[in-house]
């Protein structure tokens, strides 16, 4: 599967966030792997053809340390889900 030949998206869902996650793992099949997840589910996400499920979104948070956050793949629901991230500060 080529996950680098999504168009980027206007920042609505996580999709380019997804395709960051992609790059700093290595490759689409190796976060597939990681997560747990086919390439296929993880081809989808990264397309925006379906948001990245909530469930995953911590994980992708913490294999790539950090640099794909929870708020980046879910941006218009994360408040609701993640509650006790509202008053975090964004990290510089």
Not at 41 to 66: D, F, H, M, Q, Y
Not at 82 to 90: G, S, V
């Amino acid at each position: 599967m080529n996950f680098d030949n999504q168009s980027p998206s206007e920042n609505t869902d996580g999709s380019d966030h997804v395709r960051r996650a992609i790059k700093i793992v290595g490759s689409g099949v190796a976060l597939a792997e990681r997560l747990g997840v086919t390439p296929v589910s993880l081809n989808n996400w990264a397309s925006g053809k379906r948001p990245v499920p909530i469930i995953r979104c911590v994980e992708i948070e913490e294999i790539t340390g950090g640099l794909v956050t929870r708020k980046q793949l879910r941006p218009d629901d994360w408040h609701q889900i993640w509650p006790e991230l509202r008053n975090q500060k964004p990290l510089s």
